[in-house]
């Protein structure tokens, strides 16, 4: 099976900082990885797909790279809303969809 | 507009048997898969297994094969997730999710606060 290890798990912020979240896999998962906000008491939301796609509606300081074991997903300037948990989630192994553990955002 | 709507929060005593839903609107329906995804209190997201409704093909994380069933009824735009016998960890939000193609879930349901206890 394909482990997905989000690092941080947790993260402190200021209002306009870059903030960054990293996603590794325990194998080579080509560019199908995907990125999702939690807002507390709320389902997720597709933020990102296919590592940096931008999904419709999205604001563009969100963003997402990499390929193969190795992806960033980056907030260009922290706004207060975005206080959330983020999760990354894989789709190479079909049918499994497994997510990362989650890393919660929070203002400094 | 797409939407997922799930049934409401179920308290439920252990050994019981529990059917949760999920209809959709908006698109159609049998075109799409459906997956489950399960939330435990404080912890992170599980993916459960998904379902597609046009033909009812189900598969299963096999974290939960055996331990719930998925099924649809695609008269009624509906997915379901039930259980025959209730632990008291299956105490969870659960959501269900419009699989997009076969990569992302791009619409949520609101989610169904499942409650086992004695």
């Known amino acids: 099976d394909i482990q997905m290890t989000q690092s941080p798990s947790s993260l402190s912020a200021s209002v306009g900082d870059r903030v960054t979240i990293t996603c590794q896999a325990s194998?080579?998962?080509?560019?199908?990885l995907n990125w999702y906000q939690q807002k507390p008491g709320k389902a997720p939301k597709l933020l990102i797909y296919?590592?940096?796609n931008l999904e419709t509606g999205v604001p563009s300081r969100f963003s997402g790279s990499g390929s193969g074991t190795d992806f960033t997903f980056t907030i260009s300037s922290l706004q207060p809303e975005d206080i959330a948990t983020y999760y990354c989630?894989?789709?190479?192994?079909?049918?499994?969809?497994?997510f990362g553990q989650g890393t919660k955002l929070e203002i400094k | 507009e797409v939407q997922l709507v799930q049934s409401g929060a179920e308290v439920k005593k252990p050994g019981e048997s529990l059917k949760i839903s999920c209809k959709g609107s908006?698109?159609?329906?049998?075109?799409?898969?459906i997956g489950w995804v399960r939330q435990m209190p404080g912890k992170g997201l599980e993916w459960m297994g998904i379902?597609?409704?046009?033909?009812?093909?189900?598969r299963y994380s096999p974290s939960f094969q055996g331990q719930v069933t998925i099924s649809a009824d695609k008269s009624i735009s509906t997915a379901y997730l039930q259980w025959s016998s209730l632990k008291a960890s299956d105490t969870a939000m659960y959501y269900c999710?419009?699989?997009?193609?076969?990569?992302?879930?791009?619409?949520w349901g609101q989610g169904t606060l499942v409650t086992v206890s004695s």
């Open positions: 379902i597609y409704p046009g033909d009812s093909d189900t």
């Open positions: 908006g698109y159609s329906f049998t075109s799409y898969w």
């Open positions: 989630q894989q789709y190479d192994n079909l049918p499994m969809y497994t």
């Open positions: 999710a419009r699989l997009a193609g076969s990569s992302n879930f791009d619409y």
């Open positions: 296919d590592a940096s």
């Open positions: 194998q080579d998962i080509s560019n199908y």
